[in-house]
């Protein structure tokens, strides 16, 4: 039998991975020209850009190229692991875990995973409960994303179905 042993490790040590970054790229798919990608949402462009490195929102008729849409997602993915890891002191994940959670905040935002119960869970060191939280992210514009056939946000919930069961093979 071949047995893994994984480890948690503490979340400022660690950073997304290639694998992570390439998933989250994938999901957020290319946008030259800024879009509103569901209704209620803000204008992004890239892959899922809202806003340039200094703050900057996104507006609508802004454009892109692919390989300054990559350098501004890795730029905003570097600011956000800092605070992403800041507001975890103590914290230790496995690597998958991280993944998921750095995906969940490039699509959410640091201030809602801020304010979020997958954050207040891994603090208390419920790890599964976290997993089953980021379930709760499935509205946009408060039109439930999970609603059966919808046309207007199923990959909102689909992600996070997505998201949910990575973060569950990791427990």
């Known amino acids: 039998m071949n047995?893994?042993?994984r480890q948690r490790i503490a979340v400022a040590v660690l950073s997304l991975s290639a694998a992570g970054f390439a998933s989250w790229q994938a999901s957020e798919g290319f946008a030259p020209v800024a879009v509103i990608p569901t209704k209620g949402d803000v204008p992004t462009l890239g892959h899922g850009s809202t806003r340039y490195e200094d703050g900057t929102p996104v507006r609508m008729g802004d454009t892109i190229t692919p390989v300054r849409a990559e350098v501004l997602?890795?730029?905003l993915n570097s600011q956000a692991e800092k605070q992403f890891a800041a507001s975890l002191p103590g914290v230790t994940l496995h690597q998958t875990e991280f993944d998921v959670y750095m995906d969940f905040v490039g699509q959410y935002g640091i201030g809602t995973w801020l304010k979020g119960s997958p954050r207040r869970d891994l603090l208390a060191?419920?790890?599964?409960q976290a997993c089953h939280d980021l379930l709760k992210y499935k509205f946009a514009a408060g039109f439930d994303c999970s609603t059966p056939g919808?046309?207007?946000c199923w990959g909102v919930w689909s992600r996070q179905l997505e998201r949910h069961a990575k973060c569950m093979g990791a427990q």
């Open 3 to 5: 047995l893994v042993i």
């Open 73 to 75: 997602a890795r730029n």
């Open 125 to 128: 060191g419920n790890y599964a």
């Open 150 to 152: 919808n046309k207007r």
